[in-house]
């Protein structure tokens, strides 16, 4: 009974020390491992209407972001970074004309 005790109290101990030790760690592992098991979903791109798949990881960071799921690929959305920069170095060659 008395070594039972001791055993038991051992537990709690080693148990206590460990959370204080690993508290980050373990912190850090439960988030990962919530990363990992949310499952990717396939979006159709509403650009080139390919499917591509939007991963479980992406999903959080987007969430944590506060954005919406993305609606187009990651090559349409290059496109369109492309198209806006193209856009704004145009914007700016007109504004330089006109001065
Ligand atoms: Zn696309």
Redesign the pocket.
Known sequence: MKLHLLKVWLSIFNKEMADNENWNIVKKKEKDNKVQKLPGVTIT?S??K?D?SFAGKDQVYYQSKGFDPPK??K??RDKKKQIAAAKQAAEVAQDDQNE
């Open positions: 791109c650009w080139c390919k591509f187009k690929c090559d349409c």
